[in-house]
């Protein structure tokens, strides 16, 4: 190529936010390259200056093949972290979710690990789509289930420690959660279309269903526990937390009085033994299983 001809390109930090600009813009190359992020950088006509065809390929066509792999990739991370998702939508119907959603949340970070953050308020603000409410409660777990695997490892606080609270301090005491618990309040049955996608069935139809569900990580494995509405709401006021006291009275309220003692310490013993608490914290004293 003539000196001449590239006198006018763009320096090296120019043709970055170029490339840049252009591999992330949504739509065709072409609108892409005539962007006005990529424009102000080279304009479209002036292409052939900084990139040679091929001997099958124009400058374009070469600059396509970076576009169209940037949407594959996209395509690629959101699938990793909402499986579930794309097996109810399919494969194409999935594709164009993603291009919609990267057009209105693109990437900002150096990793694509966060780039699904914002998948249910997309479903959320799309309230015409179909089935978009029970889209918004699914990739609410299936985020939920990211959230817990990429959670830092805290300790757990095992029968033992348990055991070495005095009994008259439990009405005072706080349970710290791990950081690997989330809890979710849901509108729609979501279990059936994990359970559908991980065994490769089809996807059952939406179902309309109150649910409750506990997610967290145990052994490197992420783990779900399905919950009724009471013991859900006194978990998440421990929690969150709310004195064991006051929150297990507040349970308690909710349930028949021949049942109160026995369900909820069944609860509560089947909550230590899945390691979901941390520490418990009494008049500023930790103990915790060492």
Known sequence: MPRDAVRNVPDLAGIQRWMQAVIVHPGGVEEALAAPEAASELAAERLGELIRPSHSLSPAERVEIYHGMYLMRMVEALETDYPTVRHFLGEEAFEELVREYVERFPSRSYTLNRLGDHLPRFFLEEPEREHSAFL???????????????????????????????????????????????????????????????????????????????????????????????????????????PLGEAVAAAARQLRSTQREQTIFGWFRGWIAEGLFQSVTIDEVSTDDQ
């Open 136 to 242: 918004h409660d699914l990739a609410r777990t299936e985020l939920a289930i990211t959230e817990a695997f990429d959670a830092e490892e805290t300790p757990i606080l095992g029968p033992d420690g348990a055991q070495a609270v005095p009994p008259e301090a439990w009405p005072g005491a706080r349970l710290a959660p791990i950081a690997a618990l989330r809890l979710l309040e849901l509108r729609h049955a979501v279990v059936p279309h994990l359970e559908a996608a991980k065994r490769g069935r089809p996807a059952p139809a939406p179902r309309r269903r109150a649910t409750w569900l506990a997610v967290y990580r145990r052994d490197y494995s992420v783990l779900r526990l399905e919950l009724g509405r009471t013991e859900f709401t006194l978990l998440k006021s421990l929690a969150d937390g709310t």
